[in-house]
């Protein structure tokens, strides 16, 4: 079973902002939170990583309090390109349990 | 190669007969792995290698389903007398090297179909 708990869907409209935000309630001292990105007929693709604060790359960022019992990806200005399958994972082995994840749905 | 490709992409088996996919991983990554993804859902974790070695084979759902790299490099996941539950896509992975962060690359995946 998934440890994390993400929306299964969420809208949005061209050039806006997307937090997608995850609960990870029993993370461990050792995990960290990675996210990945799935679009039809494709694998995952890996997002960003990070272990606790601001991570931020030419992707996306990713922000994690320092209770680290929740995180959110930011997505900043989607394209509809950006319509996919988000996964929030809490890793902590080499075998990825990635759950639903949030299928992001991106219009005009 | 560029990337990790798997053959064939689709794949249609009727049920009993026995089917193997392939997967070449990026060149001089260590690590392999195989999950299955059931439509709708997020991948499950079947098997993992480290060079020819299966170190973890605890995702495998029976003893009709095998997996092995001989070579450290592509890998075969075989399963015998296919099922209908059988029906998904199965997803290949490597890594660089066996570091617990370090970021796993996909390939397309294999979608079967069992009639």
């Known amino acids: 079973l998934a440890k994390t708990t993400q929306p299964i869907s969420m809208d949005s409209y061209e050039g806006q902002e997307v937090n997608i935000t995850c609960s990870h309630n029993?993370?461990?001292?050792?995990?960290?939170i990675t996210w990945y990105q799935q679009f039809p007929s494709q694998g995952p693709r890996f997002i960003i990583q990070?272990?606790?604060t601001k991570v931020t790359n030419e992707v996306a960022s990713l922000f994690i309090p320092a209770d680290r019992k929740s995180s959110t990806l930011s997505l900043p200005r989607v394209s509809l390109s950006d319509t996919a399958v988000y996964y929030c994972?809490?890793?902590?082995?080499?075998?990825?349990?990635f759950g639903k994840g949030t299928s992001l749905l991106v219009t005009p | 190669g560029a990337g990790v490709s798997q053959s064939p992409r689709y794949k249609v088996a009727k049920r009993g007969q026995d089917v193997a996919l392939r997967c070449d991983p990026i060149?001089?990554?260590?690590?392999l792995f195989w999950y299955q993804q059931a439509l709708g859902q997020g991948p499950e974790f079947l098997t993992y290698?480290?060079?020819?070695?299966?170190?973890?084979k605890s995702g495998l759902p029976s003893d009709r389903f095998f997996a092995e790299r001989p070579e450290g490099s592509v890998s075969t996941l075989k399963i015998q007398r296919t099922q209908q539950e059988d029906s998904a896509v199965y997803l290949c992975?490597?890594?660089?090297?066996?570091?617990?962060?370090?970021?796993?690359?996909f390939g397309p995946g294999t979608r079967l179909t069992v009639l």
């Open positions: 992975a490597s890594s660089l090297v066996r570091v617990r962060t370090d970021t796993q690359y």
């Open positions: 029993n993370i461990a001292t050792n995990d960290y």
């Open positions: 990070g272990y606790k």
């Open positions: 994972l809490q890793e902590a082995g080499y075998a990825l349990n």
């Open positions: 060149s001089g990554h260590v690590s």
């Open positions: 290698f480290q060079n020819e070695a299966q170190l973890d």
